[in-house]
């Protein structure tokens, strides 16, 4: 089935109910027993910017978001004062993903027409980036800020060099289903995607060269993360499970099973711990080794929200609904304690 991911308006988030999947010779974790607590009132922000179809924290930032709407309005938010910075515009051009340079520079924002727009910190537009002929939906910087990885419902991943505004090249798996899922490896040597055939694929950087294809889930990829290491990569689908995968072999480490709806979001923490959100209503920790070492319900959530993003360092959730934007803290001894082993038994 080719699934043509919109992120737009109130089907950003489709619902499957499809059943966990368990790869031979991995034993799932418990996550489902695992005790929720909940989460403090969130702090609420009134946006007045159409449906936030995409959120990213700033670098090393728990105070400052970048959101994208789907009325083309680029924001940045400050989460102290609860008021805009900035604000820009593309009518009738909905943004439908966003990220930041680790390095403090770049804004990225992908446009329902395939365009990419690059911005300062400030709000200039500092580059217009087209190749791509349907939706972007997956965006990724490099670790060193230099290039740019997009994915796109036209099922290509393309890759940019930042400082010539230039297209380098363009990966296709040779299936027709969106790209909806980029990450770069630590190191910047490899780039990992999701996409709608239910499947991450690991490649080249430098080459464009596909290195391995993991198969295990049963529905679409929503989010794919490098550990800070860059040993093992996670993946998060609307199956409900996160797979953890050693990024050398390919081989399924563990699978994390405990969220009852589509997972939305996952992240690793700078301290190894793996943050994953849902649209159960729910933020997990884990150890790589599968336990679930905590979990929360975020009290007074929307009962279906469009964007769900973590901060760098972990201790924070925002997830958007319309018109608002809303913010949890998370205990930092959770974020901190849950550091990963190996995933070895």
Excluded at 48 to 63: D, E, K, M, N, R
Excluded at 67 to 76: E, H, M, R
Excluded at 227 to 235: I, T
Aim: glycine share 8%.
């Amino acid at each position: 089935m080719n699934i043509k991911t919109v992120h737009v308006a109130a089907v950003v988030l489709l619902a499957l109910n499809v059943g966990a999947v368990f790869a031979q010779g991995v034993n799932p974790a418990i996550g489902r027993d695992a005790r929720i607590a909940p989460l403090s009132l969130p702090m609420s922000i009134d946006t007045q910017t159409g449906w936030i179809t995409c959120l990213q924290f700033l670098p090393h930032s728990q105070s400052q978001l970048i959101s994208g709407a789907d009325n083309g309005a680029l924001t940045l938010w400050d989460l102290h004062t609860r008021k805009a910075l900035w604000s820009v515009c593309d009518e009738q051009n909905a943004v439908t993903a966003v990220t930041c340079s680790a390095d403090g520079k770049r804004i990225a924002a992908g446009h329902w027409n395939g365009s990419i727009a690059i911005h300062d910190f400030g709000g200039r537009l500092l580059a217009s980036l087209r190749s791509h002929t349907e939706s972007v939906t997956a965006l990724a910087f490099s670790p060193d800020g230099r290039h740019l990885a997009s994915g796109s419902a036209d099922d290509t991943l393309k890759v940019w060099n930042l400082n010539a505004s230039t297209l380098l090249r363009t990966l296709e798996s040779g299936n027709d289903y969106d790209i909806t899922a980029v990450a770069f490896s630590p190191d910047g040597s490899s780039v990992a995607t999701g996409d709608g055939e239910n499947t991450v694929r690991l490649w080249d950087a430098a080459t464009g060269d596909e290195q391995l294809a993991l198969n295990g889930h049963e529905s679409v990829i929503s989010g794919v993360a490098f550990s800070p290491d860059g040993r093992h990569l996670v993946s998060a689908s609307w199956d409900h499970d996160l797979i953890l995968w050693d990024a050398r072999t390919g081989r399924p480490a563990n699978i994390l099973h405990g969220h009852v709806d589509e997972i939305s979001c996952v992240a690793f923490t700078p301290a190894g711990a793996i943050l994953s959100g849902s649209t159960d209503g729910t933020v997990r920790v884990w150890h790589a080794d599968g336990r679930c070492a905590a979990a929360f319900s975020l009290s007074a959530a929307p009962s279906r929200f469009a964007a769900l993003a973590f901060s760098r360092d972990g201790l924070s959730v925002a997830v958007s609904s319309p018109g608002r934007l809303h913010l949890w803290t998370l205990p930092r001894a959770i974020a901190n304690a849950a550091k990963p082993s190996d995933g070895k038994k």
